[in-house]
């Protein structure tokens, strides 16, 4: 069983940062994880591509968080953890943020699995 599990959101006031986590863990075996990334969804909105990163380090960030976001990972054998370092917060960046991994759980095929979701709220 793949698990994707954040935590790190919270009530910070603008200019004010906020570090995410998420870690993915597979139950009873060996798994491999490509790409990672970071969504979040405002109130009444679609959920958006925030930042993601790839399994070369290669990275993209939406335009509105270049050079206040950064995305990173790190690969351990039993688990994988992601974070979003998240500064200079903006109101606009209120969401429930989710993250996101394709994961093969062997000798499943690969499939994109999603996070529970953190809340962010950036007070004026």
């Known amino acids: 069983q793949v698990q994707l599990v954040e935590s790190g959101g919270g009530l910070v006031q603008a200019g004010g940062s906020l570090r995410l986590s998420c870690e993915v863990s597979?139950?009873?075996?060996?798994?491999?994880?490509?790409?990672m990334a970071w969504y979040r969804q405002a109130p009444g909105k679609q959920r958006d591509l925030v930042a993601r990163?790839?399994?070369?380090?290669?990275?993209?960030?939406r335009d509105s968080v270049v050079g206040r976001f950064t995305i990173s990972r790190d690969n351990a054998e039993k688990t994988v953890l992601l974070w979003l370092q998240m500064s200079s917060l903006e109101p606009e960046d209120t969401g429930t943020y989710y993250c996101?991994?394709?994961?093969?759980?062997?000798?499943?095929?690969?499939?994109?699995?999603w996070g529970q979701g953190t809340q962010v709220t950036v007070s004026s």
């Open positions: 597979v139950s009873g075996g060996n798994f491999d994880v490509d790409t």
């Open positions: 990163i790839y399994s070369d380090g290669s990275l993209y960030y």
């Open positions: 996101s991994a394709d994961v093969q759980p062997f000798p499943d095929p690969w499939q994109i699995y």
